[in-house]
């Protein structure tokens, strides 16, 4: 399973991205989704998990209210909608598939990963 992160930038406080995952070498609607995030030297921390047709979502409180999992399953794509973004927010963000049904929402629970991509919030 190939996982490629893209929308990663370089934004002002208070300003939104969208990052964009595009999954194959699987069925796309197989796969519990994820978004992780990771600042050098911190281990790698949950922000975002939908399951496989979108109707359940589950949020890091962290990021609750500002933060979107979103899932296309006729385009094998998942998206993370980041609205008023915050220094704190400044991360590499990664993309996570579990091929299992059943949500989790650990490192551990997801088998296939993407390479990463960095968003930076100035203020």
């Known amino acids: 399973v190939q996982l490629v992160e893209s929308g990663g930038g370089s934004v002002q406080d208070g300003n939104s991205l969208t990052l964009s995952c595009e999954v194959s070498?699987?069925?796309?609607?197989?796969?519990?989704m994820g978004w992780f995030r990771q600042v050098r030297g911190s281990e790698r921390e949950f922000v975002a998990a939908?399951?496989?047709?979108?109707?359940?979502?589950y949020y890091a409180d962290s990021v609750k209210g500002r933060f979107t999992v979103i899932r296309d399953n006729t385009k094998s794509t998942l998206y993370l909608q980041m609205n008023s973004l915050k220094p704190e927010d400044t991360a590499v963000y990664y993309c996570a598939a579990d091929k299992d049904y059943t949500m989790g929402l650990t490192l551990n629970d997801f088998d296939f990963w993407g390479q990463g991509t960095q968003v930076t919030v100035s203020s």
């Open positions: 070498g699987r069925a796309f609607d197989s796969l519990v």
């Open positions: 939908i399951d496989w047709s979108g109707a359940n979502v």
